[in-house]
Each structure stands twice: as structure tokens, then as C-alpha cells.
């Protein structure tokens, strides 16, 4: 029994049959496996632009132009007001910070003077709260800036002429009319639609064709940011539209196309099952028949020689019906193969193309504002030109945590992605060569599965040449950045807690030392002599070694906070612009690839 079921299985076409089982069991997996990292790389795209976008409101990176000095229109937009020290004055007009020559005041500056909040603690022994940050500016500051932004909204929208001499003096003069008459309590300036009839009337631009329309948008776009949270937003705008882009791949892979796959399958399981007893039918045939010819050849028992007859034409019997069974699977295979796998494999062939290109328009977007906008990030100053020191918040570090789980997600959403997509098409590839061999003696026509085969080779070939790699390597690759920037997060705020600690220490001796103080004065308030020993000796030197200690950790912890946004700063800009290059290239091709494949319709 044995020896018959090896002999059965080593039969070509059993075992090719069992191959187009084993292919389509593989398709069906892959197709599974295929749709589920589909969805999750639709849901990392939105996932990792709304990262980036809470990432950025903890950085506080702006964008300096290279005309930022040369156009009063865009010089009013990256300027920020003095602050006023009195809660009842209004924040001034950027304009007359400009004729005051103080370009690099920062709108952040603490609302309360430092020297005031000195003056109130004076009484304390050590003033230890002068090491914590400036307190945020008051609800009035942000009043007036409102107040601001709204003049300047209208300005801000309109369109910048050319860069000629007669508009450049024509602007100037205009905002040198402004800046003159905005101490006044009435401005005698010209109105904003005065402004625009008057510089439509020296430059009229000339009309944009629509072929040079999204090249246009890209570049205002890419030049109209001014900080790193409205780059992030435009960038996770464009990666919703991408993941929104997915959706019709998705459903065409949980739609019809399933259902297709499993009927395939359970009718190449039945064709395998039907050939197999097939198969093994004709060898019992073949040794009966041996058995019958050995027997006609002695001539000897009769009966037993018409026994023997009687199997072997009952087996062929049972041939013809088995047969009958494997012609009728396997041209309802032929069927579903040619009436509904074979338009379904060209639809979702022409659902990967709408899908890659309208990805790779969203790409490309993003990639010409990183491109354009990234490297000119500056990190605030003040007026003395030092960086600003902004501490790592919990939120802040929790961002930085969730924005690299969001990158480790995409990255690894979009290999399982493309691994899955090459394994489906293998499959398919596979099982659609072995439909050409005939497994009955009927004549099958294999003009349409032909055509099948050499879009699945095509297919095949293209993805494999897709370079997914270096996609994947450069997301992995800011995956390691945004893990570096955690680490420094880390470190600083181990020495925020450390140097908390401390201070903590320190006021705890020194109000301690106060009530030994306080409690010694009147013991020797009743005598005329003090003793000339300071029995506070000791607990000063501790209180003196416990400052020194937060002195200490303030000098590290300041220079920690500044390496922080340092590498956050020289991260972004080194990593940022690779992720959306490679993924644009990658886009870009998957495009052209698909459309090719279009061509096989």
C-alpha cells in the first residue's frame, strides 16, 4: 500500500496538481496577509503625520528666507513684538519694532521682569527659584498678538509682486507711510484694497496654464511656512490624502477578489482529490490487467479468469466516471479563471495605479516643502543672540516617543507591505503557468490565460525591481534619529529631576537652619555675651555644598536642554528630507510601473 501511494504521489500529474493546490493556498494566505498590511500602512500614513504634527508643538523652529530682509511683506510675518513690562500697555506694531532696529526680540520673553520676582523672594536665605525657567507670558501678551495677526491677515494673503525696482520702492514707501502713522490714534494709511488696485496697476501678472499650476502652488507653499508646526501640518494633510488614496486597493482586496480566491481553492482541492483516485485507479487497472493477460496465457481456472475480467472493466468503468469528474473541475477552474479572476486581476492592477499616483502627487508635495523649507530652520534666540533654553516637558517626550512608535509602525507596515504584494503575485504567477497543462485529453484554449501569465510575469518582475529597500532604510534610518532625540530627552530630564532634588535639599536645610537660628537668638537674647564659635557652622558649609551641587546640575541641565533641541533640530533637517525623497522615488516608479502593466488590457 505503500509503494502504490509513493508511486501515486511521484505521478506528473498528481503532482502537478498538488503544486496548483499548494500555490493557490499560498495566494489565498498572501492576499490575506496583503489586505491586512495594506490597511496598516494606510493607518501608519495617518498615524505618522499626526506624530509629526504634536512633535512639532514642542520644538520651536522657525523658518528664515532667503529675501526675509529684502521684502517688508515677508519680513512682517517671521517678526515677532516686544513685550511690555506694564500689563495695561497693548503690544506694538512690528513695523515700529523694525524702525527701532530690534529685528531679533522674541515674542516668548516672560511677562514679569526677572528682577521683580528677585526683589520679592529677597528675604529668603538662598534664592534657589532664580534656576527654574521664566514663567510663560500673561493672557494680555497673547490679546495683543491676536489683535496683530488680525491686522495683518489681509496682508499676509496678498499676492507678492515681481521683484522690480519701481515695486520694491512702491512697497517701501507705502509701509514707510505705515510705520509713520501708526502712533496716531487714527491710521491715515491706505486701505488693503487700495494697496492691491495700486500694485495690480505696475505689475499685472501674466495668466498661469494649468500644466504649470501644482508647480506653482508646491512653490508658494513651500515658501509661505514660517515655523516647523505648519510644515508638519501640511505634511500630515498630504499623508491623509495619501492613506485616502488606499482605500479603493483595499476594497478591491476584501471585495469579490477574496471570495474569487477561496472558490478557486476549494475547486483545486476537489481537482486534486479527483485526480488523485483517478490516478490510483489506473494503476489498480494496470496490475488487474497484468493479472487477466497472465491468466489468458495458462488458460487454466476459468472462473477465476472471469472474475478477473469483471474487475478490470469495472475499473475502467470507474475510470471514465473519474475522468468525467476531473474535465468537469477542471473547466470549472478554466471558468472562474477566465470570467472573474482574470477581470478582477485587471482591475486591481488598475487600482495600484490610481493608487501610486495619487500617493505619489501627495510625495511629491511633501517632498519639495521639505525640500525647500527644512534646511532653513533656525532655532530661537534671544537678543544676545544665545539660544533659548525650552525644557523637555513629559508631553514633549511623550511626543518624541509616539512620533518614533509612529515611524517604527510605517516602517514596518510598509515592508510586511511590499513583501506580502510579492509573495500574492509569485503565487498567482506559479499557479497560473501550471493552468496551462492539461490535466484531461480535452483540448483547452489558453489565448486569454497566456495573456494572464505574462501580466503576472511582468508584474513579478516590477516589483522586484521596485527599490523598496531604500524606502525602508530610510525611514528605519529617522526611526534611529527620533530614537536619539528620546535619549537626550531622557538624560535632561534625569538631570531636572536630579537637580530638583537638590534643591529640594537645600531649602529643607536652610529652613531648618532658620528655626536653630531663630531658636539660639533668644537663648542668648538674656545674656551680654555671644559665643564667638558659629554653631551654624557646619550647617552652612552643608547648605553652601548643596548649592554648589544645583549649581552644578543648572550648568548641566541648561547645557542638556540645548543639546536636546540641537539634535532635534540637526536630526530633523538630516533625516527628514531622505524619508520623503526615497518615498516619493519609490511612488514615482510604482506609478510608472503600473501603468505599463495597464498596457496588457
Not at 77 to 91: G, R, Y
Not at 489 to 505: G, H
Request: glycine content about 4%; charged content about 25%.
Amino acid at each position: 500500500m505503500g509503494c502504490t501511494a509513493s508511486q501515486l504521489m511521484d505521478e506528473v500529474t498528481v503532482s502537478r496538481c498538488k503544486q496548483r493546490r499548494s500555490f493557490m493556498k499560498k495566494a489565498v494566505q498572501a492576499r490575506h496577509h496583503l489586505a491586512a498590511a495594506h490597511s496598516d500602512y494606510l493607518r501608519s500614513l495617518r498615524n505618522t503625520g499626526s506624530a509629526f504634527t504634536n512633535f512639532s508643538d514642542f520644538l520651536s523652529l522657525s523658518i528664515v528666507h532667503s529675501h526675509q530682509f529684502s521684502s517688508p511683506v515677508f519680513l512682517r510675518s517671521f517678526q515677532s513684538p516686544p513685550i511690555s513690562t506694564n500689563t495695561t500697555d497693548t503690544v506694538s506694531s512690528p513695523l515700529q519694532t523694525n524702525n527701532k532696529g530690534e529685528e531679533g526680540k522674541s515674542a516668548f520673553a516672560p511677562s514679569t521682569p526677572m528682577s521683580k520676582r528677585t526683589s520679592q523672594s529677597s528675604s529668603s536665605v538662598w534664592n534657589w527659584e532664580e534656576y527654574y525657567p521664566p514663567s510663560p507670558p500673561g493672557s494680555d501678551f497673547f490679546d495683543g498678538l491676536n489683535e496683530r495677526r488680525e491686522k495683518e491677515h489681509v496682508d499676509h494673503h496678498l499676492p507678492v509682486p515681481e521683484e522690480d525696482d519701481d515695486s520694491e520702492e512702491e512697497v517701501g514707501s507705502f509701509f514707510d507711510r505705515y510705520s509713520r502713522t501708526t502712533g496716531s490714534s487714527k491710521m491715515t494709511s491706505p486701505s488693503s484694497s487700495e494697496f492691491l488696485n495700486m500694485r495690480r496697476a505696475k505689475a499685472t501678472p501674466p495668466p498661469v496654464s494649468e500644466s504649470k499650476g501644482e508647480e506653482a502652488g508646491m512653490m508658494r507653499a513651500a515658501f509661505g511656512y514660517r515655523n516647523l508646526k505648519e510644515i508638519t501640518e501640511a505634511l500630515e494633510e498630504n499623508f491623509v490624502k495619501a492613506a485616502s488614496a488606499g482605500r479603493g486597493v483595499l476594497g478591491l482586496l476584501n471585495a469579490n477578489h477574496c471570495s474569487t480566491l477561496e472558490r478557486l481553492l476549494a475547486w483545486e482541492k476537489k481537482l486534486f482529490k479527483e485526480v488523485k483516485a483517478r490516478e490510483e485507479l489506473k494503476l489498480k487497472h494496470g496490475k488487474k490487467l497484468s493479472q487477466l493477460h497472465s491468466q489468458e496465457h495458462t488458460g487454466k481456472n476459468v472462473d477465476k479468469l472471469n472474475k478477473t475480467k469483471a474487475s478490470v472493466n469495472r475499473m475502467q468503468s470507474l475510470i471514465l466516471v473519474t475522468s468525467q469528474a476531473v474535465s468537469a473541475t477542471s473547466s470549472a477552474i478554466i471558468g472562474v479563471r477566465d470570467g472573474e479572476f482574470r477581470p478582477e486581476i485587471f482591475q486591481l492592477c488598475s487600482g495600484f495605479y490610481e493608487m501610486w499616483r495619487s500617493m505619489k502627487q501627495s510625495h511629491e508635495i511633501q517632498n519639495h516643502i521639505v525640500q525647500q523649507a527644512v534646511h532653513r530652520l533656525v532655532l530661537h534666540s534671544d537678543n544676545s543672540g544665545h539660544l533659548r533654553d525650552y525644557s523637555t516637558s513629559d508631553m514633549h517626550r511623550q511626543a518624541t516617543c509616539d512620533l518614533e512608535s509612529a515611524l517604527a509602525d510605517w516602517h514596518s507596515s510598509f515592508t510586511q507591505m511590499v513583501k506580502f504584494h510579492k509573495d500574492y503575485i509569485r503565487a498567482l504567477h506559479a499557479w497560473l503557468e501550471l493552468t496551462q497543462i492539461q490535466v484531461t485529453n480535452l483540448p483547452i484554449d489558453t489565448s486569454d490565460s497566456s495573456l494572464l501569465v505574462s501580466l503576472c510575469e511582468e508584474w513579478r518582475q516590477i516589483l522586484d525591481r521596485l527599490p523598496d529597500t531604500v524606502a525602508a532604510e530610510s525611514i528605519g534610518s529617522f526611526k534611529n534619529m527620533i530614537h536619539s532625540i528620546s535619549v537626550k530627552q531622557a538624560e535632561e530630564m534625569k538631570i531636572k529631576k536630579r537637580m530638583e532634588t537638590y534643591s529640594k535639599e537645600v531649602e529643607r536645610k536652610t529652613l531648618s537652619m532658620r528655626r536653630i537660628e531663630n531658636k539660639l537668638r533668644r537663648q542668648y537674647s538674656n545674656f551680654s555675651d555671644t559665643p564667638t564659635d558659629d554653631p551654624l557652622k557646619e550647617s552652612k558649609l552643608e547648605i553652601a555644598s548643596c548649592k554648589r551641587k544645583v549649581e552644578d546640575e543648572m550648568a548641566r541641565y541648561r547645557k542638556a536642554v540645548k543639546v536636546s533641541r540641537e539634535v532635534s533640530m540637526n536630526n530633523i533637517q538630516t533625516g527628514l528630507p531622505g524619508i520623503f525623497q526615497s518615498i516619493q522615488a519609490f511612488s514615482d516608479l510604482s506609478t510608472d510601473a503600473f501603468q505599463k502593466l495597464n498596457t496588457f488590457k
